[in-house]
T-cell receptor, first 111, second 114 residues
């Protein structure tokens, strides 16, 4: 199995631009998680899907952030408009049981 | 809401030294507990997990952790560290309620000097 796949691995964008991060979970997994990792705040859960339905989005910072899971094999996290404080590593993880498998992350830099 | 505390933010050890990283959680109910490791530039990988049964859990690469319910703790240990153990270690908790979301601690950066 290829594991959780995320793209792009690195993204540099200017403030105000739209950013879309992509995730392909492990085949057969029915839960998908988006996390953000920063030096200041550590690893934070942004949103969590189960069977493609958002279950908990209380970690989404504000309306500029949105996430979708149109089918079992694809999810996106969109930031519009982006701000410098959004600079972080964004991880996607998937699971079938409680154990989560993480992707390699997308390092986002907003200048 | 539950929280996870990792009191050691940065630990520096020499090779062959023993390691113990602290993890405490705040939740009175049944929990599932995890330790993840993040090597430099890489993604998080599961080291070990505890769901129930024997409170002493053995994981990969010689790591083990002990669940002490009375202390709400799940400390990670390794008798003899290697330079390749240099990484960041995260403790995580999942409430045994059917929800799969994890709450992570702030992480402990371990630096092993050769």
């Amino acid at each position: 199995d290829a594991g959780v796949i995320q793209s792009p691995r690195h993204e540099v964008t200017e403030m105000g631009q739209e950013v879309t991060l992509r995730c392909k979970p492990i085949s057969g997994h029915n839960s998908l998680f988006w996390y953000r990792q920063t030096m200041m705040r550590g690893l934070e859960l942004l949103i969590y899907f189960n069977n493609n339905v958002p279950i908990d989005d209380s970690g989404m910072p504000e309306d500029r952030f949105s996430a979708k899971m149109p089918n079992a094999s694809f999810s996106t996290l969109k930031i519009q408009p982006s701000e410098p404080r959004d600079s972080a590593v964004y991880f996607c993880a998937s699971s079938l049981t409680t154990e989560q498998y993480f992707g390699p992350g997308t390092r986002l830099t907003v200048t | 809401a539950q929280s996870v505390s990792q009191h050691n933010h940065h630990v520096i050890l020499s090779e062959a030294a023993s390691l113990e990283l602290g993890c405490n959680y705040s939740y009175g109910g049944t929990v599932n507990l995890f330790w993840y490791v993040q090597y430099p530039g890489q993604h998080l990988q599961l080291l070990l997990k505890y769901f129930s049964g024997d409170p002493l859990v053995k994981g990969i690469k010689g790591f083990e952790a002990e669940f002490i319910k009375s202390k709400f703790s799940f400390n990670l240990r390794k008798p003899s560290v290697q330079w390749s153990d240099t990484a960041e270690y995260f403790c995580a908790v999942n409430l045994n309620t059917g929800r799969r979301a994890l709450t992570f601690g702030s992480g402990t950066r371990l630096q092993v000097q050769p």
